[in-house]
């Protein structure tokens, strides 16, 4: 059932998003230890199936939305090398 409801146009948009987010952040020593500063506990959670690890990732991202949003607002941020990267556009 969840792999079908990943695959529905506007939920497959907001997956591929989540996952360009997370990979981006994990790619990057920097961007994940920063990461690891704001929200204090990782993104990624293991699931049962791979479907089942998408939404647990959505629901992780949702849970640390402010944590994340402190973080790409921040100056240490602004600062680092990687926020002029066009990864995440």
Known sequence: MLEGISK????ARIIDQAKA???FIYAHHKTLSMMRAYAKRDIVRPGATR???CFLTLHSL???KAQLK??????EWHDC???KSSALL
């Open 62 to 64: 949702y849970e640390k």
């Open 21 to 23: 987010v997370t990979i």
């Open 51 to 53: 479907f089942a690890t």
């Open 70 to 75: 402190n973080m790409f607002g921040s100056d």
């Open 81 to 83: 090398k990687h926020s």
């Open 8 to 11: 529905l146009s506007g939920f």
